[in-house]
């Protein structure tokens, strides 16, 4: 039987198959299969060196950039649970799902950190899990993005991770109450990418525009199914949409 394996399983192949190859690009920048690996273990090696431990809630509150790239790849090979958020959500809407979802640490954007100013008293993330994204310096009582990916050993982690555990907790929208979070496995995911790659007929020498929100599960979908292929993840990083921008970005790509 074929293992099913997770996105974290798949780009350590990936980075020993095609490790010069790009594997995952924004509009700026963008990083080979083997630099992503590298990233996404320090990531998670950082982020188990916090405390956390497997199933441990990981919530995202980011536009769109690399980094989502290795967030999902790192909770993948941390067994860690990646909270994805939508980031036109409002401050009482942040907190409903970080408190309902458990969350134990926090990445947030520079960019979006006013969305979680007036909440931050109230939130039960523990102290030194306050993660800052962005080229900024990190605010008080939040650490930088590169300074803990660095902090972390390059090494794959010393973790288990079963096709059955959580992958990701995706939130739905709440259009009939409060928001609900879906739980998606590592499993699940392999599955979609056979199911996509298959009726799709997409392969390793194409390329993938993510123009979708990386908080959402059109933008996860693909960019797992890509990863699995070995091909090459673009994302969109722009804070809104522009058609006339991205079809000229998507005949570039």
Not at 15 to 23: C, F, M, V
Not at 101 to 130: K, T, Y
Not at 229 to 246: L, N, W
């Amino acid at each position: 039987m074929t293992p099913l394996l997770s996105m974290g399983e798949t780009l350590s192949v990936n980075a020993a198959l095609y490790p010069d190859k790009t594997g995952a690009r924004d509009l700026c920048r963008s990083i080979s299969f083997r630099v992503w690996n590298q990233r996404a273990c320090r990531l998670a090696n950082a982020l188990l060196g916090l405390g956390l431990g497997k199933g441990d809630r990981i919530a995202v509150l980011a536009y769109n950039c690399i980094e989502w790239m290795e967030i999902y790849a790192a909770t993948a090979k941390a067994g860690l649970v990646a909270v994805p958020i939508n980031f036109r959500l409002l401050g009482e809407d942040i907190l409903y799902i970080l408190e309902d979802c458990a969350a134990r640490a926090l990445i947030v954007q520079d960019e979006l950190l006013g969305s979680v100013a007036g909440i931050r008293d109230r939130l039960s993330v523990p102290g030194g899990n306050l993660v800052q994204l962005g080229p900024k310096s990190a605010s008080a009582g939040f650490t930088a993005y590169e300074s803990l990916l660095q902090s972390g050993a390059d090494s794959e982690p010393d973790m288990q991770v079963a096709a059955t555990d959580t992958w990701v907790l995706m939130y739905t929208s709440g259009t009939t109450g409060k928001p609900k979070g879906a739980m998606r496995s590592h499993g699940s995911h392999a599955l979609l990418n056979f199911a996509t790659l298959l009726d799709m007929g997409f392969d390793r020498d194409d390329t993938c525009l993510l123009v979708m929100p990386m908080c959402h599960a059109n933008s996860l979908n693909f960019a797992s199914a890509f990863v699995f292929a070995g091909a090459t993840c673009c994302v969109y990083d722009r804070k809104s949409f522009d058609a006339e921008h991205m079809l000229q970005t998507l005949s570039e790509t």
